[in-house]
C-alpha cells in the first residue's frame, strides 16, 4: 500500500510540461478524464494523491506551471504561494470569483476562462425558467401526471410573459443575450449594472431596489463579488411585491437565501426560478413542496454543444500558454471588482 501511494504521487515520467488540477471539473464526471487531453501538456492530478494537498504541492511545487480549476475548486492566494514557477490560471467556468485574481495579478500569473461560451445557454435557461414560473409549465405537469386533472379539474391559470417589465442585475455577455430574447416577448427591459452602458437602449437604474420597484421579474447575471454578496435581501424582495418573479442563473450567495424562503412561502413575492443556490448542492427543504418554485442543479450552463466548445477552449489556452502565443480568453486583471471567495 505504501508503494502504492508512494506512486500516486509521483507525476507521470515524460518531458511534456505539468498542469495541475486540485478538482475533477464536471466535464470529468460526464466525458472522462481525457476530455481536455492534448499532446502537448499531462495533467497532475491532486484529487487522485493519497497525500494532504500542501504535502502534494509541496512536492511538486517545482514542476506546475499551470493551473486547471472550475468553479467548485478554489484558487487561494496559499495555494499560488506554494508554486513558483506558476504562470497560467485556466477555469472551466465564466465565473471567477473562486480564483484570488488579486494574487495573480500580483504575480503576474495570467488567468483565462470560459469566455462567453455559455452565454447562449445561460440565457437560454433564464427565459426558460421565467416562463416555467409564469405559465406554472411544472407545477401543471406534476398535477397531470399524479392523476389530478380528472379528479380535480383544470389547473389555476398562469400569466403571460409577453410585454412584462424585466428587469435584469448584470447587462454582461449573459445579460445581455437575456435582453435579446425577451425583446421577442415584447418585455420592457431594463438593468442595473456596474455602469450605465450607453450603446443599449434599456433604461439603467442605478440601483437594484428602484429597478426592482419598476419590475415584473428580476433576472441575476451578474457576478459574484463582495459588492454583491446578498445584493438581493429583503429590501429588494419586498421592492419586487407579490406579483414579482425572481429568476437566478448567476450565483446562489447574490440572494440572501433565508430571506427569498421566507418571502416565497408567506408569498411575498409570485415565484422564483433558481439555477443556483446559496450552499450548493443543500437546497433549502421549504423549497420542495413549493409550487411556484422551479429549481434545476447548477445546469444552466451545460449543453454537450457548449461543453465541446469548452473542450477546445480550455485546451486551446493552455497550448498557446506553452507556445508563448496568445490566449483564447483572457481575463483582464486590472480593472477587476474584488471577487468574492
Known amino acids: ?165 424585466v428587469g435584469i442585475v448584470g447587462l454582461g455577455s449573459i445579460g445581455t443575450e437575456v435582453a435579446k430574447r425577451l425583446e421577442a416577448f415584447r418585455c420592457s427591459i431594463s438593468y442595473n449594472s456596474r455602469s450605465k452602458k450607453p450603446s443599449v437602449p434599456y433604461t439603467f437604474y442605478p440601483n437594484v431596489v428602484e429597478l426592482a420597484v419598476n419590475c415584473d421579474a428580476l433576472i441575476i447575471c451578474c457576478a459574484l463579488t463582495d459588492e454583491t454578496h446578498h445584493l438581493i435581501g429583503k429590501e429588494v424582495l419586498s421592492a419586487l411585491g407579490k406579483d414579482g418573479v425572481i429568476i437566478n442563473i448567476a450565483r446562489g450567495p447574490i440572494i440572501d437565501e433565508k430571506e427569498l424562503v421566507q418571502c416565497l412561502i408567506k408569498r411575498e413575492i409570485r415565484g422564483a426560478g433558481l439555477d443556483v443556490f446559496e450552499h450548493e448542492p443543500d437546497v433549502p427543504v421549504e423549497l420542495l413542496a413549493l409550487d411556484n418554485v422551479v429549481m434545476s442543479p447548477h445546469n444552466a450552463v451545460c449543453t454537450t454543444e457548449s461543453l465541446e466548445e469548452l473542450r477546445k477552449t480550455v485546451v486551446g489556452n493552455f497550448e498557446a500558454f506553452f507556445s508563448n502565443e496568445p490566449l483564447l480568453t483572457p481575463v483582464p486583471l486590472d480593472d477587476l471588482p474584488h471577487l468574492s471567495g
Open 1 to 165: 500500500m505504501a508503494v502504492a501511494a508512494e506512486n500516486q504521487s509521483q507525476p507521470p515520467q515524460n518531458d511534456l510540461p505539468y498542469v495541475l488540477i486540485l478538482k475533477p471539473p464536471a466535464a470529468f464526471s460526464i466525458f472522462g478524464d481525457h476530455f481536455f487531453h492534448s499532446p502537448k501538456f499531462q495533467f497532475l492530478k491532486a484529487f487522485e494523491s493519497p497525500l494532504p494537498l500542501s504535502q502534494f504541492l509541496l512536492t511538486h511545487a517545482q514542476s506546475v506551471q499551470a493551473i486547471l480549476t472550475s468553479a467548485s475548486g478554489s484558487v487561494t492566494a496559499d495555494t499560488i504561494r506554494l508554486l513558483p514557477h506558476l504562470g497560467l490560471v485556466v477555469t472551466t467556468s465564466q465565473g471567477i470569483n473562486h480564483i484570488d485574481c488579486s494574487e495573480c495579478r500580483r504575480r503576474g500569473i495570467a488567468v483565462a476562462g470560459a469566455g462567453t461560451i455559455f452565454s447562449t445557454d445561460c440565457a437560454d435557461s433564464a427565459v426558460g425558467l421565467l416562463l416555467d414560473v409564469l405559465r406554472k409549465v411544472s407545477a401543471a405537469n406534476r398535477y397531470v401526471k399524479q392523476g389530478l386533472w380528472s379528479s380535480q379539474g383544470n389547473y389555476p391559470l398562469g400569466n403571460k410573459l409577453g410585454g412584462k417589465q
